[in-house]
Nanobody, 126 residues
């Protein structure tokens, strides 16, 4: 089993930055594709970004390309989401997720992830 705990959310003005962290425990996630998703009130959970377990491939939603960056520190068993140039439409609960080890499932599909964190709130004021 893998437990994921997100942190780093908060309130920020438009144009500002935040860095979210996702700390994993239970086992190493260095061999897992890791993703970030978000869910705004009244909306479905949507894909934000993912990093393949190989570390060679990253995927971004069009809405965050050029502004958000996903990274991982395998020594700390932690994944990060650096968010720059934040917009009010980025306001949502952000979730970290992990696939099973060595998975090759489509990174943007929530149902392909086996483990989820509890989420952290990001609010961007205009």
């Amino acid at each position: 089993q893998v437990q994921l705990v997100e942190s780093g959310g908060g309130l920020v003005q438009a144009g500002g930055s935040l860095r979210l962290s996702c700390a994993a425990s239970g086992r190493s996630v260095s061999s897992s594709t890791m993703g970030w998703f978000r869910q705004a009130p009244g909306k479905e959970r949507e894909f934000v970004t993912a990093l393949s377990w190989t570390g060679y491939s990253t995927y971004y939603a069009d809405s965050v390309k050029g502004r958000f960056t996903i990274s991982r520190d395998n020594a700390k068993n932690t994944v990060y989401l650096q968010m720059n140039s934040l917009k009010p439409e980025d306001t949502a609960v952000y979730f970290c997720a992990a696939q099973k080890p060595f998975g090759v499932a489509v990174a943007s599909t929530p149902s392909n992830y086996n483990y989820w964190g509890q989420g952290t709130q990001v609010t961007v004021s205009s």
